[in-house]
Nanobody, 119 residues
Framework: QVHLVESRGGLVQAGGSLRLRCVAP???????????LGWYRQAPGKQREMVASITREKYTNYADSVKGRFTISRDNSRKTVYLQMSSLKLEDTAVYFC??????????WGQGTQVTVSS
């Protein structure tokens, strides 16, 4: 199966910033623009949770835990969605995934990108 490809994770200190990127491979670009895209995260031993979502029309929603700190955006021409993270906290440490709600419900995930926030 073809998945969205997450990248640009890394190691940052608390209070720092990071910008994640999610790109649709050529095989699924035809389905990218009409879709709602979401960023999810999963820490070891915990369930994945949705942290931000954005519609084709760029309406956004955020989990309360990241509201005011994270910003999701998308470039429909580039078939790319971003997650700008600022004021990072230790609790933000997780593997971050980009996905559609339907694929998420079907438990169909890509590799994700690791974000580690240190003291």
């Amino acid at each position: 199966q073809v998945h969205l490809v997450e990248s640009r994770g890394g190691l940052v200190q608390a209070g720092g910033s990071l910008r994640l990127r999610c790109v649709a491979p050529r095989a699924i670009t035809s389905t990218f623009n009409p879709l709602t895209l979401g960023w999810y995260r999963q820490a070891p031993g915990k369930q994945r949770e949705m942290v931000a979502s954005i519609t084709r029309e760029k309406y956004t929603n955020y989990a309360d835990s990241v509201k005011g700190r994270f910003t999701i955006s998308r470039d429909n021409s580039r078939k790319t969605v971003y997650l700008q993270m600022s004021s990072l906290k230790l609790e933000d440490t997780a593997v971050y995934f980009c996905n559609t709600p339907l694929r998420a419900e079907n438990n169909d995930w890509g590799q994700g990108t690791q974000v580690t926030v240190s003291s």
